[in-house]
DNA sequence: GCAATTGCATGATTT
DNA sequence: AAAATCATGCAATTG
């Protein structure tokens, strides 16, 4: 899994990631979609703003699933470019690409209504919860499993082969990610500084072991939502946190000092690095996730979008997703 | 000196 | 009406 922190250090990296976002999100694909999908990220950075017309939306049934995988592997063979030496080689695996694919869409329906019972879709947008002021708490159902699917996706899937990307470099010219966090990270001790970088991923993180592992984790919920503003999506790559949430849900802050937050992407094979820390405000704290900065631009959050953290219940882990607003359409009676 | 980052204050909004 | 929360701008600090 590729490690970044999320500072704004930018480059081709990026593009990279945003290269294989397309490739999930790829609409040609016969992929299963029970509801609408957000289609703003998977573009690159001259994609049109994040106010996308929604793709049509058929209701599938998960019976589906095979032949996801199917895709998937498709995906695999059609897009590997039989003598790619400097290819950046992501080596993601199906099962987690199809994993991530199948928890952005389940996760427009934390509670995952059964198809028959489907209403006319609802994405839980921000827009349509003026009320919502960002608390998880008022979010309704947040939890979902996903240890039921994990032995049927994880161990009949054989490694996806590398995702061609627009531009090549040799996995030693990627920048490095790991930076200023380190810093801060190592400041008061003499542990060594570790450096890593996106071009390719640790093959231990890849493997279906891992992701068997990783579905079989149990429980994830909803700790934390929060519509994007303007200064959260500004260059400084900060946002603030809702109180009530962080409080109840992310680590203690017992000092000034920020904490280190590992989370990883939920879409993409990237584990996020933040700087949690609070800002005393009045008689009160201000909650920051800093370092959020190649998060935003990688996902092409903008304002209005949504910032979805859940947690892994048993090891407490963190995943992060970047949910683009939908407007949908009301044309179903 | 400059750009990036960090810390804080203030005012608007919500509870 | 008061308190709490949060968005935002700006000054200070750091690299």
Known sequence: MGQMDGGDGGGGHQYHYQALLAAVH????PFPHPLPVPTGA??????????????PSTPRSFADWSASTSAFTSLAT???PATSTNAVHYSISPCYAFWTHYMLNKNVYPSFPPPQEEQPHQLRLANN?????????SFGVDSFT???MAPNICTHMPPIGPISVKEEKKPEDLPRVVKRSDELETRNSSVERHSETVGTLPESKQSPESCATKLNSGEYQVILRKELTK????????????????EASLPPLLQRDPVILHMDDMVLPVTWKFKYRY???????MYILDSAGEFLKTHGLQAGDVLIIYKNLAPGKFIIRGEKVIHQQTTNP
């Not at 790829?26 to 694909?29: E, F, I, K, S």
């Not at 690159?44 to 929604?54: I, K, L, Q, T, W």
């Not at 800002?279 to 704290?285: D, E, F, I, M, T």
């Open 26 to 29: 790829q609409q040609t694909l």
């Open 42 to 55: 998977a573009a690159g950075p001259d994609a049109p703003p994040h106010n996308a017309a929604p793709q």
């Open 78 to 80: 059609q897009s590997i």
């Open 129 to 137: 919860h003026p009320k919502d002021a960002g608390s998880a708490s």
């Open 146 to 148: 996903t240890a039921s």
């Open 231 to 246: 200064s959260d999506v500004g260059n400084v790559g900060r946002i603030v946190l809702p109180k009530k949430d962080a």
């Open 279 to 285: 800002w005393p405000n009045n008689k009160s704290r």
